[in-house]
């Protein structure tokens, strides 16, 4: 109605959109890139204001921190031995090189020369030995802290060498220790300051509002493009939405609603990429009790969703279809999507051969948060089709941690796993979902006594293969990380792993 | 008391979570150590009252900062925006309900009432989008939300990040307040010393500003204590739609965290504070009023 009423008539608004579109076009004639442009002449004294939902709780990752504080200090402000990169790889970082004794037990590490923490201090193993410690102690609330229980012995033998001894093989330490961020030894109570040796150093933090990162003047790496960052926080999507639109933030980390991105999608003021997060949407089955022990009925249910039209109803044209647990930035990743794939009419005879040709009812306990109600009702009509009734039970995240994680107590459940190279969840056959398949836990098992990262990686492709062609869950698809920034700043990270958000190649046009 | 009833009547314990899905049970054994929640009920209640007789709020589950720190930073937010709105809506309201009420016969007097019954039924977060939609986005004049990193040491980037949420609260007081003013009006303007004034030969204004203000004002003076304390109540709902770290953020975060020292403490204080305003709304009222001034002083 409206449209109609103003056609014909062009508005300033519309005029300033046009003149946008002509000067894009005759960049665009020119052969030059806006993107190029941006790069070419980048503002080194800028500050990025970036847009966040996740404010840290506090600021140490030993004292139930939360994800926000690894988005800020992770790479920026604290480094690792290793550090994980935004594709999935791991690499060097405050260890300059390290080899590995012929068992596989032990690992010696050799610093970087000329580090130092931002008070000054210069970077020494026993800050390294500090550091790791801090994480496998009594008292920590690190998530890594189980990764981490091989370590029998640190040793320092000189300034620049640390020695690990590790009680059996992990050919995942050096995975491992990227998240162990290395502290000054003298630092007491990280939880409202730091004392690392990154990048940036923390200017100030306003809780509720906003933390802000100044460039590290003295860092001994290659020096950011910018002159420091604001982490602006936000609790509702749409202020955060309207900062970006109205140029209060630059980027946006991470845009969880599809409902948002309509109104910067084809905007040429802003930027919207789509990168390959870790976070899982899955039906969970427990694969302990009938009907879910039987595995002909879990790979009947798997074909009975359209997993596609779910995630095209949920995201749209964003997301990535995953037919495993493993997603594209785990190295043991492989296309997995032709197993399982949908076809009701299979799914039904499968259902028969299982000894359910009329179907059955579940109880599907469904987080009372997005997006897992919609999921619910669209796997509740899909499952209709081939004569099996869903019942939804809405609980909170609260009664999901004691019912399903902690008693066990449930038919199947929908849950969204964020970690990066969780796989192992199913070596073990504890975990909530209950898959225990003998020949999938020693594979997983023996990865980590690999010698080399190679057989690490075949072994878990192999287990993951296995997994996926039991059906150990239905894994409905992989949620997308989408950073919309306004085009004037590139350099950002796209994948955001392990939610890290590394600031220091970004750059902001002048 | 009941405060500290009603927090544990919550499902779910701090210690969960503090420590989200996959800790061991050990951590969370750990983590209840630390915060207190396996101490019977009984203990944890002394060891409340006890502390905040000492004016001890306590230390936050989640960011293990002092309570009592982090709320003065909460209140150079929450106060200014409270009584900035405060001030706007009673110019708005006074002026306009007078209007209402004495030229009731006219259009623009029944469009202030119907726009008021307006802003009473429609929520204040929506009042907020509104504002955001056409002074933020569209026409740029005031930024959508948050507040400055050094807060009041940039004192004209503060007051500009709270344009918006102060007209939102505004609008909406002022839409009840012009109610009341107008209905006060209305009975000032049928009674008989107003009629008796008139008679003696003062002029209508004349005879309104100086019996009708005064008469009407009294019972005004005590709703707009009430609408001073949900004003502030109210800054729950707008410091979240403008991102604001208020006092009304920090309740939200602490209640969906389980922090319960966190979430004491800012009632704690925001009981306090109203009872204030109540108890200054009462005194604004007796000095005005001869009649209760006699009672204050225990005269007949």
């Known amino acids: 109605m409206s449209n109609s009423i103003f056609r014909g008539s062009v508005t300033r608004r519309q005029f300033g959109a046009r003149a946008i579109a002509a000067t894009a076009a005759m960049v665009a004639l020119l052969g030059v890139s806006p993107a190029v442009l941006a790069q070419a002449a980048f503002d080194k004294d800028a500050v990025i204001e970036i847009g966040s939902l996740y404010e840290p709780q506090n600021l140490d990752n030993t004292a139930g921190a939360g994800q926000g504080v690894n988005e800020a200090f992770n790479g920026n402000v604290y480094e690792a031995l290793f550090a994980l990169t935004d594709a999935g790889t791991v690499e060097n970082s405050l260890a300059k090189d390290y080899t590995v004794s012929e068992d596989g037990l032990t690992y010696t590490f050799t610093l970087q020369s000329g580090v130092t923490f931002h008070s000054g201090d210069p970077l020494t193993s026993a800050d390294v030995k500090a550091s790791i410690e801090r994480v496998t102690a009594e008292a920590s609330k690190s998530s890594r802290k189980k990764s981490l229980a091989t370590i029998a012995k640190i040793e320092t033998p000189d300034d620049a060498t640390v020695v690990i001894t590790l009680s059996e093989k992990s050919i995942s330490l050096p995975y491992n220790l990227s998240y162990v961020w290395i502290v000054n030894d003298t630092a007491t109570s990280l939880t409202d300051k730091e004392d690392g040796t990154g990048p940036y150093t923390l200017a100030d933090w306003r809780r509720g509002s906003t933390l802000s990162l100044d460039r590290n003047d003295k860092y001994w790496g290659t020096a950011p493009t910018n002159a420091g960052v604001t982490f602006n926080y936000f609790t509702d999507a749409t202020a955060l939405n309207n900062a970006l639109l109205t140029g209060a933030v630059d980027i946006i980390t991470s845009v969880q609603s599809p409902d948002a991105l309509a109104q910067f999608k084809d905007n040429a003021d802003f930027t919207v990429t789509n990168g390959q997060s870790t976070t899982k949407e899955i039906l969970a089955f427990n694969d302990r009790v009938a009907p879910f022990d039987n595995v002909k009925v879990r790979k009947a249910i798997a074909r009975a969703i359209d997993d596609k039209k779910l995630l095209e109803s949920i995201w749209g044209e964003y997301g990535t279809l995953i037919g495993s647990f493993v997603p594209p930035t785990d190295p043991w990743y492989t296309d997995l999507t032709a197993v399982d794939a949908y076809d009701p009419e299979s799914a039904k005879a499968l259902l028969t051969e299982a000894g359910y040709p009329d179907g059955f009812t579940f109880k599907l306990d469904t987080p009372d948060y997005d997006p897992h109600p919609i999921v619910a009702e669209f796997i509740k009509s899909e499952l209709a089709k081939v004569g099996v009734t869903v019942e939804i039970n809405i609980i909170t995240a609260n009664e999901w941690y004691t019912k399903v994680y902690q008693s066990l107590d449930f038919a199947a459940t929908l849950q969204e796993h964020v970690n990066h190279r969780d796989i192992v969840f199913y070596g073990n056959p504890d975990f909530y979902w209950g898959y225990n398949n003998p020949k999938v836990i020693e594979l997983i098992k023996q990865s980590e006594a690999s010698a080399t990262v190679d057989e690490q990686t075949a072994k878990l492709l192999e287990a993951n293969k296995l997994i996926a062609e039991d059906a150990a869950s239905d894994w409905l698809y992989l949620y997308p990380q989408i950073v919309v920034s306004a085009a004037s700043v590139t350099g950002y990270p796209v994948n955001g792993l392990n939610s890290q958000f590394f600031a220091y190649d970004i750059q902001k046009a002048e | ?254 209640i969906s965290q389980r922090d319960y020292p966190n979430v004491q403490g800012v009632l704690f204080v925001s009981t306090l504070l109203v009872l204030l305003i109540g108890f200054i709304a009462d005194l604004v009222q007796r000095l005005v009023d001869p009649r209760l001034r006699d009672r204050m002083v225990g005269s007949p």
């Open chain 2, 1 to 254: 008391m009941v405060l500290f009833a009603l927090l544990r009547l919550l499902p779910g314990d701090p210690a969960n979570a503090l420590l989200g899905v996959g800790a061991t049970a050990e951590q969370i054994a750990a983590a209840k150590a630390q915060v207190g929640s396996d101490l019977p009920l009984a203990e944890q209640f002394v060891r409340f009252v006890s502390s905040l007789a000492r004016f001890d709020l306590g230390t936050s589950f989640v960011s293990q900062a002092p309570v009592g720190a982090e709320i003065p930073n909460r209140l150079t937010v929450t106060i200014p925006v409270t009584l900035l709105s405060f001030a706007l809506a009673i110019v708005l309201a006074v002026p306009l309900g007078i209007v209402a009420a004495v030229k009731a016969d006219r259009w623009y007097g029944g469009v202030i009432s119907v726009v008021s019954q307006l802003g009473i039924a429609i929520p204040v977060f929506w009042v907020g989008i509104l504002l955001v939609t056409a002074f933020a986005i569209n026409i740029r004049l005031f930024p959508s939300g948050g507040f400055p990193r050094h807060g009041w040491a940039e004192p004209l980037e503060a007051l500009r990040n709270l344009a918006l949420p102060v007209l939102t609260i505004a609008v909406v007081m002022a839409s009840s307040l012009l109610r009341y003013v107008r209905s006060a009006t209305q009975d000032v303007l049928g009674s008989d010393y107003l009629r008796t004034a008139r008679a003696l030969g003062s002029g209508f204004t004349e005879a309104l500003l100086r019996h009708g203000v005064r008469n009407g004002v009294v019972p005004i003076i005590s709703i707009i204590g009430i609408e001073l304390a949900s004003t502030f109540l109210g800054a729950v709902v707008v410091e979240r739609v403008f991102a604001l770290p208020g006092l009304g953020s920090m309740l939200l975060l602490g």
